[in-house]
């Protein structure tokens, strides 16, 4: 795994929706998807060239979406706060189609 940790920094890096970013940062992320790609490998079969590095990165990307819908209730509740996107703001639109393409709501 030493191998994809810089990798996976490079592909996670400013991957995390804005209000998510307080709470995690590149090193959890990528944290999250070794232990996830760890815990299934058993399951994993590679069936072409480059299958175990496409999996680590779909892995990657199940764990942002799943991080970005994890905070999208947060951000709901709080309403106008300061860490919530605000409605129609620039941010607020590329976060949600983040979502949105990562397999999201």
Do not use: C
């Not at 199940?62 to 860490?83: F, Q």
């Amino acid at each position: 795994f030493a191998r994809y940790t810089p990798r996976l920094e490079r592909w996670a890096h400013g991957r995390l929706p804005r209000p998510a970013r307080g709470a995690y940062d590149t090193q959890d992320l990528v944290q999250l998807t070794l232990t996830r790609v760890l815990n299934h490998l058993e399951t994993f079969e590679p069936r072409h060239p480059g299958a175990f590095r496409d999996y680590v990165w779909t892995t990657l990307w199940n764990a942002i979406r799943d991080l970005a819908l994890e905070i999208r209730p947060k951000m709901l509740v709080a309403g106008a706060s300061s860490s919530a996107p605000r409605a129609g703001s620039q941010w607020s639109s590329r976060y949600w189609r983040t979502v949105r393409s990562v397999g999201g709501t």
